[in-house]
């Protein structure tokens, strides 16, 4: 048990409550990061004249070192020690010995936490907008190739009106670059350095912590030392959006699993996705997708678990918030690992779009176009409703959909209709005539396109 405040104790730790209370099985993974902020703690120490240069040079290459052999796997982190500091700490005085003792001069553990899961979180930040980039890209793909792709659009998951494939996932699109911009605004304001906050009052140090501040990256120190030890909001913020992500994947999920089931057949999930059953030699599951939609919860979960440890927390550390690791890391992995595998899985993807089309062609999913065309004769909107209500009555009573019905069917329910009916509601038709702004029209959906590739390349060019 390798502990760094055992003087003022005058009785071992019990074993149960050292394992209780220690973290290194799960912070060991903040060792760069601890690091790091050690490194521009000393330098910042040498250059306030806290420590000499002899010392902050023997303490960077010492702390190098560690870095090193444990890349290299001739160090291990065990769980002889408390935390990843208490390693770090430990292993420099082994080294260097006696100027080791002074890298935490000026500093707490709760300062030093504080910042190294900042940091952490900071370039997870990054991965996660990679990560979403690529999904944005194999999205993009899809919908390009599929402007002209007819597909039935749905509400209360009834068929409602012909859309687009290139549409439907321009939908996504839209949710995950809303995800992506979101986790800028994060970044944004999380980027304070917390470092010279010390325990919870600052210190008596003259500190730098601008000097810190611009080593690590930060826009510039945390405003108040109490806040910037006591703080997780932005964790919680991170898990926040991680659970929109979620979400948005699980929404995905859901209809790439209507799609691929035996009534629907729009899509067939690659064998590399799927699994089969141990009974059923005909199946072939998409436990991907199924996977994804489930692992919400657990993310749902961290953001819910770590919100309710800070609840009830007065100023300023409390022990309660090493609590924020395990959930933190667990959704950034389960995050991470969702968005690989669905990008995979739908870049791998094909579409049955005969059977989409002919879906769109059934289920009178033109009866709207068929009322705008008997307003565009002269008559009222709500009394075209009825007459089309009334001609789908009869269609469904006779089995056919409202273009098979004859100039004469259709003229016996309302003498506005004539021949040009027929090209008013063709599927063609139907999604070239929605030009609204954000609508399926190919034309629309060009423009869509051009913006979504120019908007993607700035975000490449600046990451
Ligand atoms: N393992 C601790 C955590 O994750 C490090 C900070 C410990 N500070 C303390 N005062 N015990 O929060």
Not at 53 to 71: H, K, Q, Y
Not at 138 to 155: K, Q, R
Not at 178 to 195: G, K, Q, S, T, V
């Amino acid at each position: 048990m390798a502990q760094l405040w055992g003087g003022r104790f005058t009785k071992e730790t019990d074993k149960q409550v050292y394992d209780f209370n220690a973290s290194i099985s799960f912070d060991a993974r903040l060792l760069a990061q601890d690091i790091e902020g050690s490194k521009a703690h000393v330098k910042m120490l040498e250059r306030c004249g806290i420590i000499t240069g002899e010392e902050r040079d023997s303490i960077l290459a010492g702390l190098d070192g560690i870095l090193a052999d444990v890349s290299s796997g001739s160090l291990q982190i065990t769980s002889e020690y408390e935390d990843i500091h208490s390693f770090v700490e430990a292993n420099l005085i082994e080294r260097i010995g006696d100027a080791g003792k002074k890298m935490h001069t000026g500093r707490s553990r709760n300062d030093q936490v504080a910042l190294d899961m900042r940091l952490y979180t900071r370039d997870n930040i990054g991965v996660m907008k990679d990560r979403l980039t690529d999904l944005l890209q194999t999205l993009l793909t899809i919908i390009e190739a599929n402007t002209n792709t007819f597909m039935p659009g749905f509400t209360h998951l009834q068929k409602a009106q012909p859309v687009t494939l290139a549409h439907y996932f321009a939908a996504y699109f839209e949710m995950f670059r809303r995800d992506y911009d979101r986790l800028c605004d994060i970044y944004e304001r999380m980027n304070y350095c917390p470092l010279g906050a010390g325990a919870l009052a600052g210190t008596t140090y003259p500190l730098d912590r601008d000097y810190t501040a611009e080593l690590l990256g930060f826009t510039a120190p945390t405003a108040n030392s109490m806040d910037s030890v006591s703080d997780r909001d932005y964790l919680i913020e991170y898990l926040a959006a991680l659970s929109i992500i979620m979400m948005h994947l699980s929404r995905f999920c859901e209809e790439i699993i209507i799609w691929n089931s035996n009534e629907y057949r729009f899509v067939n999930i690659d064998d590399a996705f799927a699994t089969g059953s141990s009974i059923m030699p005909q199946k072939k599951n998409p436990d991907i997708a199924e996977l994804t939609r489930g692992k919400c919860g657990r993310v749902y979960g961290s953001l819910m678990a770590l919100l309710t440890t800070m609840k009830g927390l007065p100023l300023a550390y409390n022990k309660d918030m090493q609590e924020d690791k395990e959930a933190a890391f667990d959704a950034m992995d389960t995050v991470e690992s969702c968005l690989v595998l669905f990008d995979k899985m739908i870049s791998t993807m094909t579409f049955n779009t005969d059977i989409m089309r002919q879906s769109a062609a059934k289920g009178f999913t033109n009866a709207t176009d068929a009322a705008d065309y008997l307003v565009s004769k002269g008559v009222p909107f709500r009394d075209a409703h009825g007459i089309i209500g009334q001609i789908v009555l009869y269609c469904d009573r006779n089995n056919k959909s409202i273009e098979e019905c004859s100039l004469e069917e259709l003229q016996a329910i309302s003498g506005y209709f004539d021949n040009d009916i027929y090209d008013h509601i063709s599927m063609e038709a139907c999604v070239e005539k929605r030009l609204t702004k954000g609508g399926p029209a190919p034309l629309r959906m060009e423009e869509y396109i051009r913006d979504c590739r120019k908007w993607l390349s700035e975000r490449e060019m600046r990451s």
